[in-house]
């Protein structure tokens, strides 16, 4: 829907929020329902043979074994805990068990380098870190070693949680419920660790408040798909704070939480499990959408581009036709059904962030019946400040504020927000924290507008950070200062917003070529040594040095070579040679096109 710049608004607040009690955390629930609905089922996770079920009551006598195992490795209150594994129930336990006993969780990606390893031990002050697999502890055993203050390694998969509990004794087990009731909703619950636009990552303070505060606002706007029967399948990574939300507000209400196994598996535990509300990233859809167009040949295309055009009909339309509707049902029979099928058969709800969804993908997912509902927000936040409500969903926009958030767009069309999603700070780092709050509002450092009914669209990004189609994070300038590194590179610009992967533009030095000419024996104008196999070998030593310092999501997967240096007479370089990315963007726009089309 266009927006009526007349009529826009510069501020909008969401309804009253539902409270949190000071004593409470994030655990209480689980202590609770151990009590009221011991039998009642939670959790789900594959065995290799099917689906076992988990009660509340086993997952809280789990939980608490872990966590008396935890305070007999010496972890107090406040200790930080670091967990680097993909998502599995092992995950969701050993979450809760840190809390319950004061501690703190540090996620980290399963795709990390060790050097953003390193950083994230040394920074956040970690005692105990735990890999899931023998590929991410090899990873995580090289950082620690650099890190003196880590005590000890346990890894998932060689028996480390088993080990892990079988060091508590009595005494252990009763001091959970102690730590447990002690703490608050004050507390610091997890430092999670952001991208920043240069150097290291951020770590985000978030507290037990603001993560429940947070699961507690998004189940009311999203209650509809929190029912009796409903159930989510997670397969997005739970060191994300979108995915490990998510998780907390089903927790909150009693709503089964299914771990896929793996994304190659995903297919074939969509069909056992049959979830239906699913948390995604842009980036899935289109993979849905593209192998379903791809798998359309000859007669079978037409009918698929049928169904595409009536689903952007459909979604165009407040009151379609009978000619409309019977297009869409002959649509349904012969393409959208079996596009539900591929989600499991019951799937009637996504919701997706981390990147914007192509209007096209909005209207064809809901036309299958499937409702994908945009939402907005940063680690900084805990993930969502804005959601588009179930039913009333407007394509192109984030939603509306959830209840107690406000939302208000600053002269220069930054976005500010305030409410108790907002977190405490970035851990040791007074001047970062500084910079983004004023008058108690947070600096989002995105752009966006506001309609007359307070649905917020995102218009641009204030800051330099990337986000990939898949919900990644990227800070180029780390990359970028990298890539400079070899000689031969003149200037480097990483792209990839709304991408599917990360890629580059490069130039190259004038001189350092004539020299690599001479060296190789070469001759040719300069645009066709670029090209030179020998060149291509120089620029990939370069890439794979830039790509060394980060994780697989991060890393640069594809670089155009430029003819010509990046020029300050076209406006594309300041004075002081930092790069102008909108101009260069729309000067090397069909460079940019390149990198994703070959």
Known sequence: MAVDEARARTEVSGPPPVAVNADENLTSSLWEREVSRADGVILKHHDGSGWRDVTWGEAAERVRTLAAGLIAS????????ALMSTTRIEWTLLDLAILSVGAVTVPIYETSS????????????????IAGSADEAKVLAEACDRVPGVTELLVIDEGGLDALAQRAGDAEREEVARRAAAVKAADLATIVYTSGTSGNPKGCLITHYNLLWTARQAGVVLRTILKQDDATLLFLTLAHVFTRLIQFMCWENDVPIGYARSIDLLTDDLQTFRPTFLLSVPR???RVYTRAQRMATGAKRKVFDFAVATAEELGKTASPSPLLRLKHAVADRLVYSKIRHAFGGRVHTCVSGGAPLAPHLAYFFSACGVEVLEGWGLTETTAPCTVNPPGAPRVGTVGTPLPGVEVRIDSDGEILVRGGNVFNGYHNNPEATAEVFEDGWLRTGDLGRLDADGYLAITGRKKEIIVTA????????????????????SQAMVVGDNRPFVGALITIDP??????AERHGLSGPPSELIRHESVRAEIDKAVAHANSVVSRAESIRNVVVLERDFDPDHDEVTPSLKLR??????????????????
């Open 114 to 129: 060790v050097e953003q390893c390193v950083w994230i031990l040394s920074d956040s002050g970690t005692r105990l870190a």
């Open 284 to 286: 899935v859809f289109e």
């Open 74 to 81: 010496g972890i107090a209150p406040g200790d930080k805990v």
């Open 581 to 598: 990315r909108r101009v260069i963007a729309q000067h090397f726009a069909a460079e940019i096109e390149q990198l994703y089309t070959r």
């Open 511 to 516: 001189d350092e070529l004539a020299a690599h």
């Open 470 to 489: 898949g919900g990644k994070n990227v800070a180029p300038a780390l990359l970028e200062e990298r890539l400079k590194v070899h000689p031969l590179v």
